[in-house]
């Protein structure tokens, strides 16, 4: 017996916002009920939900998706929250395609939330407690200076500029500048503006990293022939891949995302993707900082390593160039709030691959694309291939 | 896809009310070289897959997931964390096994109890920050709560509720694992402190330190690799209201819901005639007289009669908690779900030891999240 298919037939997300008045429950729903009503569903039709949210303390609450339950649209149904920290929101679809082609669900609910603001000062702290006990957290490493170690490894084993570097954060914003839930959208952005923006971790700038943002994303999976009745456009999960490495990651090259590439090839297996680089039409790798974005183009196979920048430098990562990088606006534009942001890359890829993405539509039909999501200790990479 | 699922590895570590000896990661690891010996398998080569379950605030680590790979033997592997009982990590590896993506997944699950010095105020945190958290309400006193609803509206009584403390306890001296076993009398149950009228302190599971593994494989997989799989017959799991204001407090629809998922998987119409004993959750003691009659292996209001009757005792027609349950063996967080499974599995395989049952085919696990939570989860496995 093959392998159930299962597509995605609806979308919905909040705008993301800095400081969302909404509680995290109330943008759970927000969500959920556009991507229901986006695909003419009602919750008696779900019959899973699955929740992918980022660390706990964002929101200051323990067990925080047994509270986001009722929000997420649960309220006695078959629930669970997965995590893989900064990856969640793209394994968050990965669980519920397992939900489905499990064969025990045929319609499932797929909702990703994070509220960030509510971490008062700044989000930032939150990450203080990710480390090591024992061996890391006495040095009081924050994510700003591990992620300027590994840009400047990134830097210094290719022989990459800054200036290149920012055209990602520019091409990026300027994407962003089209979606109507972004933040951090700017149409007039130059690679000037970010070199001259404040250094908060060199050779981290502050245009180079994606916002703090609270925001929530849906989406309705379906089993092949649920989904072929209900919609004229499902777009179908084509390939799933993730893999942890170990926690440590002071022990890993740093400029050589290896875990990504094990989740591509994971994904491109099952998708039967032999050629990525002419078979991918759209990549929305994760931006949370704008090298990272080159980093995960090297481990989704679509650069040789050090060369993602390339595509930047050449506009083929431009939305009408041949190979359309983050047409959404990625985290650096529309926002990171950490799970949603993630899913929020589905999203785009569900509505570019349908043809309805607006103002951000990339021409020429695309017909597959792949979505990505890094985090936790430098560790984790989930890869989704979606295709119509 | 392929439908049919088996638990054909098992290991433990712990159980112990500490285990100053130990770091979680070494507990965890020598819980996985059990359960890798046991199923004959080596976790670098032939396990594609491996589920967590964990939540941050009781690891007192942001991101835990981040710590699970290495102890389990899988690192640069997939690897995810599910934030749930050892039962939703269960339900997550038979899922992906029959997928047909996988043959061979690990679960794992672990409590470090003994680390966490603010136990009542992390779970505290739990609840609603908005709405239930300025009423400062303690944990226990939900608890009481719910259990005067659920007295009031089944007519099940408080010496009922202490039957299970006394059976369970008591079941816990056949039991190596256990941490608190005890032979009590019910005047011994009512004779402790008071807590959250009618909640007793006796009536309460006290933690415990203790890591659980299990390998779970396919069909194909299983009758190869193993002489004695115990299949999952079926798996349900369910969420009732996340707000303490609009539940229902006197019965439990998240078990109930769960249980019938799990049935119509495994094809059960009569649970009581189908299943042989029982592995329940007794968070509280009135919580496996509320888990019986949602599991519906008895009508509503006569769990505790047929407690009082020695039905459920592990010499009655369906044993509960033969292994002594949370009450007896020591609550082990998220870890319990997979700590019940284990102790079906033993009794399936038949090597339960002294608290072993006699002639046993079917057996039903159940789990509760615990306070504020309706989260509950069921798995029904089988020799």
Same mark, same amino acid.
């Given at each position: 017996?093959?392998?159930?298919?299962?597509?995605?037939?609806?979308?919905?997300?909040?705008?993301?916002?800095?400081?969302?008045?909404?509680?995290?429950?109330?943008?759970?729903?927000?969500?959920? /009920?556009?991507?229901?009503?986006?695909?003419?569903?009602?919750?008696?039709?779900?019959?899973?939900?699955?929740?992918?949210?980022?660390?706990?303390?964002?929101?200051?609450?323990?067990?925080?998706?047994?509270?986001?339950?009722?929000?997420?649209?649960?309220?006695?149904?078959?629930?669970?929250?997965?995590?893989?920290?900064?990856?969640?929101?793209?394994?968050?679809?990965?669980?519920?395609?397992?939900?489905?082609?499990?064969?025990?669900?045929?319609?499932?609910?797929?909702?990703?939330?994070?509220?960030?603001?509510?971490?008062?000062?700044?989000?930032?702290?939150?990450?203080?407690?990710?480390?090591?006990?024992?061996?890391?957290?006495?040095?009081?490493?924050?994510?700003?200076?591990?992620?300027?170690?590994?840009?400047?490894?990134?830097? *210094?084993?290719?022989?990459?500029?800054?200036?290149?570097?920012?055209?990602?954060?520019?091409?990026?914003?300027?994407?962003?500048?089209?979606?109507?839930?972004?933040?951090? @959208?700017?149409? #007039?952005?130059? !690679?000037?503006?970010?070199?001259?923006?404040?250094?908060?971790?060199?050779?981290?700038?502050?245009?180079?990293?994606?916002?703090?943002?609270?925001?929530?994303?849906?989406?309705?999976?379906?089993?092949?022939?649920?989904?072929?009745?209900?919609?004229?456009?499902?777009?179908?999960?084509?390939?799933?891949?993730?893999?942890? =490495?170990?926690?440590?990651?002071?022990?890993?090259?740093?400029?050589?995302?290896?875990?990504?590439?094990?989740?591509?090839?994971?994904?491109?297996?099952?998708?039967?993707?032999?050629?990525?680089?002419?078979?991918?039409?759209?990549?929305?790798?994760?931006?949370?900082? =704008?090298?990272?974005?080159?980093?995960?183009?090297?481990?989704?196979?679509?650069?040789?390593?050090?060369?993602?920048?390339?595509?930047?430098?050449?506009?083929?990562?431009?939305?009408?160039?041949?190979?359309?990088?983050?047409? *959404?606006?990625?985290?650096?534009?529309?926002?990171?709030?950490?799970?949603?942001?993630?899913?929020?890359?589905?999203?785009?890829?569900?509505?570019?691959?349908?043809?309805?993405? @607006?103002?951000?539509?990339?021409?020429?039909?695309? +017909?597959?694309?792949?979505?990505?999501?890094?985090?936790?200790?430098?560790?984790?990479?989930?890869? !989704? &291939?979606?295709?119509? | 896809?392929?439908?049919?699922?088996?638990?054909?590895?098992?290991?433990?570590?712990?159980?112990?009310?500490?285990?100053?000896?130990?770091?979680?990661?070494?507990?965890?690891?020598?819980?996985?070289?059990?359960?890798?010996?046991?199923?004959?398998?080596?976790?670098?080569?032939?396990?594609? *897959?491996?589920?967590?379950?964990?939540?941050?605030?009781?690891?007192?680590?942001?991101?835990?997931?981040?710590?699970?790979?290495?102890?389990?033997?899988?690192?640069?592997?997939?690897?995810?964390?599910?934030?749930?009982?050892?039962?939703?990590?269960?339900?997550?590896?038979?899922?992906?096994?029959?997928?047909?993506?996988?043959?061979?997944?690990?679960?794992?699950?672990?409590? /470090?109890?003994?680390?966490?010095?603010?136990?009542?105020?992390?779970?505290?945190?739990?609840?609603?920050?908005?709405?239930?958290?300025?009423?400062?309400?303690?944990?226990?006193? &939900?608890?009481?709560?719910?259990?005067?609803?659920?007295?009031?509206?089944?007519?099940?009584?408080?010496?009922?509720?202490?039957?299970?403390?006394?059976?369970?306890?008591? #079941?816990?001296?056949?039991?190596?694992?256990?941490?608190?076993?005890?032979?009590?009398?019910?005047?011994?149950?009512?004779?402790?402190?008071?807590?959250?009228?009618?909640?007793?302190?006796?009536?309460?599971?006290?933690?415990?330190?203790?890591?659980?593994?299990?390998?779970?494989?396919?069909?194909?997989?299983?009758?190869?690799?193993?002489?004695?799989?115990?299949?999952?017959?079926?798996?349900?799991?369910?969420?009732?209201?996340? *707000?303490?204001?609009? +539940?229902?407090?006197?019965?439990?629809?998240?078990?109930?819901?769960?249980?019938?998922?799990?049935?119509?998987?495994?094809?059960?119409?009569?649970?009581?005639?189908?299943?042989?004993?029982?592995?329940?959750?007794?968070?509280?003691?009135?919580?496996?007289?509320?888990?019986?009659?949602?599991?519906?292996?008895?009508?509503?209001?006569?769990? @505790?009669?047929?407690?009082?009757?020695?039905?459920?005792?592990?010499?009655?027609?369906?044993? !509960? #908690?033969?292994?002594?349950?949370?009450?007896?063996?020591?609550?082990?967080?998220?870890?319990?779900?997979?700590?019940?499974?284990?102790?079906?599995?033993?009794?399936? +395989?038949?090597?339960?030891?002294?608290?072993?049952?006699?002639?046993?085919?079917?057996?039903?696990?159940?789990?509760?999240?615990?306070?504020?939570?309706?989260?509950?989860? !069921?798995?029904?496995?089988?020799?």
């Amino acid at each position: 017996m093959g392998m159930r298919k299962v597509a995605v037939i609806g979308a919905g997300m909040t705008k993301f916002v800095r400081r969302a008045l909404e509680t995290g429950k109330e943008l759970s729903w927000e969500a959920a /009920k556009m991507a229901l009503e986006s695909c003419e569903l009602t919750l008696d039709d779900i019959e899973a939900v699955c929740l992918g949210t980022a660390p706990d303390s964002f929101d200051g609450v323990h067990m925080k998706g047994e509270y986001l339950s009722d929000g997420a649209g649960a309220w006695g149904k078959p629930y669970m929250r997965s995590y893989v920290g900064g990856g969640t929101g793209v394994f968050a679809p990965i669980q519920g395609w397992y939900h489905v082609a499990s064969g025990l669900f045929d319609v499932a609910l797929v909702v990703a939330e994070e509220k960030m603001s509510s971490f008062y000062p700044h989000a930032q702290a939150a990450f203080l407690t990710i480390f090591d006990h024992t061996t890391e957290r006495p040095l009081k490493p924050n994510l700003l200076w591990i992620f300027a170690l590994e840009m400047n490894r990134y830097m *210094s084993t290719y022989g990459i500029s800054k200036e290149d570097i920012a055209r990602v954060s520019v091409l990026h914003k300027r994407n962003a500048a089209d979606h109507p839930c972004a933040l951090l @959208g700017d149409a #007039n952005i130059t !690679v000037e503006d970010v070199l001259n923006s404040e250094v908060l971790a060199y050779p981290v700038q502050r245009l180079d990293v994606s916002p703090v943002s609270d925001g929530a994303v849906a989406i309705v999976v379906a089993a092949e022939h649920v989904a072929k009745r209900l919609s004229d456009k499902p777009v179908w999960i084509e390939g799933v891949g993730w893999h942890l =490495d170990t926690a440590y990651w002071t022990n890993r090259d740093l400029a050589y995302p290896r875990y990504v590439e094990y989740a591509a090839r994971m994904a491109y297996e099952m998708a039967g993707v032999t050629e990525p680089r002419k078979q991918i039409h759209i990549a929305e790798p994760y931006d949370p900082f =704008d090298y990272k974005a080159l980093h995960h183009l090297e481990g989704l196979q679509l650069a040789e390593r050090g060369e993602a920048v390339q595509l930047y430098i050449d506009g083929v990562a431009a939305r009408d160039g041949d190979l359309p990088i983050c047409p *959404s606006g990625g985290l650096l534009g529309v926002g990171n709030p950490i799970a949603a942001a993630g899913l929020m890359k589905i999203a785009e890829l569900f509505w570019q691959l349908r043809g309805e993405a @607006g103002a951000r539509q990339v021409p020429g039909h695309p +017909r597959r694309g792949v979505a990505q999501a890094w985090g936790d200790l430098m560790q984790v990479g989930t890869v !989704v &291939v979606m295709g119509r | 896809m392929s439908d049919r699922v088996a638990i054909i590895g098992v290991g433990w570590a712990g159980f112990k009310p500490t285990t100053p000896h130990q770091s979680y990661k070494e507990m965890i690891y020598e819980a996985a070289r059990r359960a890798y010996s046991d199923a004959g398998v080596d976790p670098r080569k032939d396990v594609q *897959s491996f589920v967590t379950v964990a939540e941050d605030f009781i690891e007192g680590t942001s991101i835990f997931d981040e710590y699970t790979p290495d102890q389990l033997g899988a690192a640069l592997r997939p690897v995810h964390t599910i934030a749930g009982d050892g039962l939703h990590g269960l339900a997550t590896a038979y899922m992906l096994i029959r997928t047909g993506m996988f043959d061979l997944v690990a679960v794992e699950g672990h409590s /470090k109890a003994s680390n966490v010095l603010t136990l009542p105020e992390v779970v505290y945190y739990a609840q609603d920050p908005v709405l239930n958290r300025p009423l400062r309400l303690n944990t226990h006193f &939900v608890a009481g709560l719910e259990m005067n609803r659920f007295l009031f509206e089944s007519q099940n009584t408080r010496v009922d509720c202490a039957e299970v403390v006394v059976k369970n306890r008591r #079941n816990a001296l056949r039991n190596p694992l256990a941490s608190y076993a005890e032979e009590l009398e019910l005047d011994d149950v009512f004779s402790g402190p008071p807590l959250a009228f009618p909640l007793g302190a006796r009536e309460i599971a006290q933690e415990a330190d203790g890591a659980v593994v299990m390998v779970l494989a396919s069909e194909e997989k299983a009758t190869l690799l193993s002489e004695k799989p115990i299949w999952i017959l079926g798996m349900g799991w369910c969420n009732d209201a996340a *707000s303490l204001e609009s +539940r229902q407090w006197g019965s439990a629809p998240y078990i109930y819901t769960a249980a019938q998922m799990a049935y119509r998987q495994a094809g059960i119409r009569n649970p009581l005639e189908a299943v042989d004993f029982a592995e329940v959750d007794d968070t509280y003691a009135f919580k496996e007289l509320q888990a019986l009659e949602a599991l519906g292996v008895c009508r509503p209001g006569e769990a @505790g009669e047929m407690t009082a009757d020695g039905v459920t005792y592990p010499d009655g027609d369906f044993p !509960v #908690n033969a292994s002594g349950g949370s009450l007896g063996v020591g609550h082990l967080l998220d870890a319990t779900g997979l700590m019940r499974a284990l102790e079906a599995t033993l009794q399936l +395989r038949g090597e339960a030891g002294a608290h072993q049952l006699q002639d046993v085919e079917v057996g039903l696990v159940q789990s509760w999240r615990g306070v504020p939570t309706t989260s509950g989860a !069921v798995a029904i496995l089988a020799n």
